[in-house]
């Protein structure tokens, strides 16, 4: 069982950045990060297998996935923040792999609780 932690969220004005972070009491072979707005459905932002990363279209550019096996920690980069960036932030985890890394919430067994992220305009 992988344990996920996800740290780093806040109340930001557009145009700031935040950093997220997540603690995995493991890592598995795919991680990710997700986001899900109020009404909308959850959707794939970054993901990561080792050093190729993923990222949804909306985000390329101003997000940037990294990852420290050795201290077993994730973390979401995110510049240029919009209002349209407001969501829960979630780190998730899967060993359903796939080349590129998927984007998809239904393989990743592994979930954190969440953190969250507001930008005003």
Known sequence: ?????????GSVQAGGSLRLSCAASGFTSCMGWFRQAPGKARE?????LG????????VKGRFTI????AKKMLYLQINSLEPEDTAIYYCAGT???TYPPPL???????????TQ????S
Not at 104 to 114: H, K, M, P, S, T
Not at 117 to 120: A, D, G, L, P, Y
Request: one cysteine or more.
């Open 51 to 58: 050093s190729i990363t993923a990222y949804a279209d909306a």
């Open 95 to 97: 060993n359903w792999c």
């Open 44 to 48: 794939g932002v970054a993901a990561s």
């Open 104 to 114: 998809v919430a239904n393989v990743y067994n592994y979930w954190g609780q969440g």
């Open 117 to 120: 992220v507001t930008v005003s």
């Open 1 to 9: 069982q992988v344990q996920l932690v996800e740290s780093g969220g």
């Open 66 to 69: 990294s990852r420290d096996n």
